[in-house]
């Protein structure tokens, strides 16, 4: 089934976007906790051996994120590692379009997000949350509220920077 967005919830340039796939530790409980957090549902998974996930797929909103379990073995040879063997950070951020930036802010906040920019609307035309999983993942959630053209974005950035 092909599932066309209208052009307020998510611009023409995003409707087609790379898939992320995420490493965590413990990828049955980001499940879980993205479900609650973010409405998640949960399409497809993949359990390994011992109790890990091996591979799983999840929606947010109409957004795909593959995710599964990072292993000690991988985290030794420097590949597929999740933020925590990265001393907590990470170099991905995660952009998602949601109909509702406010009432998502709060779920995730609820189910233990911590916000790192509340909802607001920004310059560039979205109204953004930014926020930080419990698994070390950095997510921006967005709703699309109007088309700036560029001599305007770079006016409202100016003026945003400013001061």
Do not use: N
């Amino acid at each position: 089934m092909t599932e066309h967005a209208t052009h307020a919830e998510i611009p023409d340039r995003y409707r087609y976007a790379v898939v992320p796939h995420i490493m965590v530790d413990d990828a049955a409980a980001a499940i879980d906790f993205y479900q609650r957090a973010f409405g998640a549902r949960e399409d497809f998974r993949v359990d390994a051996p011992g109790g890990k996930i091996l591979h799983a797929e999840i929606t947010i909103g109409r957004s795909v994120l593959m995710l599964s379990d990072a292993s000690v073995e991988e985290a030794e040879a420097g590949s597929f590692v999740a933020p925590a063997a990265l001393g907590g950070g990470t170099s991905v951020t995660l952009h998602v379009f949601v109909p509702d930036v406010d009432s998502l802010a709060e779920r995730a906040k609820t189910a233990g997000a911590e916000i790192l920019q509340p909802p607001k609307d920004m310059f560039h035309g979205d109204r953004t949350v930014i926020l930080k999983d419990p698994f070390g993942h950095m997510w921006v959630f967005l709703k699309h509220i109007e088309d700036v053209p560029t001599e305007e974005l770079q006016r409202r950035l100016a003026a945003a920077t400013a001061g």
